[in-house]
Each structure stands twice: as structure tokens, then as C-alpha cells.
């Protein structure tokens, strides 16, 4: 039997110009909220995002796991839209703080994603003094330190009545022979 060379059909490379790849990239809302989140970190005058504290004024991590926390978008296949609600600083120019907003989010989100900010929408929920802010932290930072003790210690407790019980069966006459 002659052996027959198979014609190897055309694979298009990377050089061929008539090669397109298709495909699509699309941004999930919390990779966006993610990202006005930590912008909003470097606006001064900005103290808090409703649902999330920043952990700059006290040099204590403040429920900075989930920067996404206040921040509402919306995400389309070209443009964003964010919704946030935020505690600014006493003595501050509101509008100013609002114009830095947008300018940070706009710029950080074109930037990562060649996405466009159409639309940013601030409601402020409240004003404090950074001492008031720094207060309202400690509180929060000390009711979740606690909370996580006296967890442990009852988690301890517990585990400490488990090994009581079975010390105390173990050292019994076996019940059946």
C-alpha cells in the first residue's frame, strides 16, 4: 500500500492580516466598585462611603476588606454609572469634594478600563469633624475586637467542656465485655 501525502489544511498565525480574533472583555460591577472604592481613599475632605470606613484617619483597618461597601454602578459595555452615599468633613466645600469625586473616579476607571463615567451621583448622608469620624472608628474597631474575643473565649470554653467529657469517659470501666 503507497502512502498518500494528506494536503495539511491552513491554520491562520499571528502573521496572517486577515486574522481577527473574536471576543469579548466585560467588567463584573464589583471589579468597578472595587476600583472607585480605593479612588476614593485620596479625596480629601471625604471621610466616609455609607457602609465602609476608610483606614486612614486612625492608622486602624476598618472594614477596608470590602472597599465596595456604599458604592452602587452600574456597568454597561462602554460607560459606568456611580451611585454613592457619603459623610464628608465639617468645615469642607461640599461641591469641591463632589468635583474630586468625579474627577478621581472618572480618571481611574478610564484608566483601568477604557470605560466611560457618565454619570456620578453623591448624596451626602452626614458632616462630621475628623475627631467625630476618629470616635465613630474606635467604637466600631473596638465593638468587632469584642465581638472576636469573646468568641475565642467561649469558642475556648467550649472546647475545654469537650475535653472534660471526654477524659471523664475514657477513664471509666469499659460498659460492655
Do not use: C, W
Not at 142 to 150: G, H, K
Amino acid at each position: 500500500m503507497a502512502e498518500q501525502e494528506k494536503p495539511v489544511p491552513h491554520h491562520p498565525g499571528p502573521k496572517d492580516e486577515n486574522h481577527e480574533i473574536k471576543g469579548m472583555l466585560t467588567y463584573e460591577d464589583k471589579v468597578v466598585q472595587k476600583i472607585v472604592g480605593l479612588a476614593l481613599e485620596s479625596v480629601d475632605g471625604l471621610l466616609s462611603i455609607e457602609g465602609g470606613f476608610f483606614s486612614n484617619l486612625t492608622g486602624k483597618l476598618i472594614n477596608t476588606d470590602d472597599v465596595t461597601s456604599g458604592v452602587d454602578v452600574e456597568v454597561g459595555k462602554t460607560q459606568v454609572a456611580v451611585d454613592l452615599k457619603v459623610v464628608t468633613e465639617y468645615r469642607k466645600n461640599v461641591p469641591d469634594i463632589y468635583e474630586k469625586i468625579k474627577e478621581v473616579i472618572s480618571k481611574e476607571v478610564s484608566t483601568m478600563t477604557e470605560l466611560e463615567v457618565v454619570e456620578v451621583n453623591v448624596t451626602v448622608t452626614d458632616i462630621k469633624t475628623k475627631e467625630q469620624q476618629k470616635e465613630d472608628e474606635v467604637s466600631l474597631q473596638d465593638r468587632v475586637v469584642n465581638a472576636a474575643q469573646t468568641t475565642g473565649k467561649f469558642t475556648s470554653n467550649q472546647v475545654d467542656k469537650v475535653k472534660e467529657k471526654v477524659d471523664d469517659s475514657t477513664s471509666q470501666e469499659p460498659r460492655v465485655h
